[in-house]
């Protein structure tokens, strides 16, 4: 297996696994999946000032 299709496999899995820890109410658990998710894409977390795009805006609402 190629080092990008194991990170895919591997972001694909986590990315199926984070409903499952919502629904379960395991919400540190989530955060810190999430956490492992955007570090393994390499994305740089959110800071003050940032704006979230309006699509995005709902999912914050039914937190």
């Known amino acids: 297996m190629t080092e990008q299709r ?10 199926m696994a984070l409903p499952l820890l919502d629904n379960a109410r395991k919400g540190s658990a989530a955060a810190r ?3 492992a998710i955007d570090t393994a894409l390499g994305l740089e977390p959110m800071c003050r000032g940032d704006l979230l795009e309006p699509d995005d805006i709902p999912a914050f609402l039914l937190i």
Do not use: E
Request: charged share 15%; hydrophobic share 45%.
């Open 33 to 35: 999946l999430q956490h």
């Open 6 to 15: 194991s990170l895919k496999t591997a972001v694909s899995l986590m990315r």
